[in-house]
């Protein structure tokens, strides 16, 4: 598949689109959602929608963050396994809701284990990144950006 416009054309002609979407996603310090979370949630959106470019790309930045291989390599299977804590569980269940919500009604308990589990302040910080990755997914896809796989 080639691409159809290149992310250099992209950050240049809309540049206001790379520095708005990109703060969307800064997540300060103080809703202390860790990076090794951000990942997951990022990966697994990536994998729902689809969007190669974004897979490598958070995959890439996990693992240099210290995130290990065989987690990565199951994480389409999170419900089924032990190595995901609760808070985990319960951010990547919201990212898929969040993801899916034009197929499934965001169903309260899936709600209220992530407010459990994050608190109201972390849970509108986490929706925040949640839709960061699914517009940069949706830009990646339909540009067909092309991750850098040696």
Known sequence: ???????????????RLVTHLTALGDVPESAKLSPQLLHLVKLRASQLNHCGFCQKMHADEAR????????????????ELSCFTEKEQAALAWTEALTLINDVEIADNIFQAALDAFGEGELIELTAVIVQINSWNRIAVSFRFQPDIK
């Open 1 to 15: 598949m080639q691409h159809r416009i290149s992310q250099s054309s992209l950050y240049k002609q809309c540049p």
């Open 64 to 79: 240099a963050d210290g995130e290990v291989q065989s987690r990565l390599d199951v994480l389409p299977a999170w419900k």
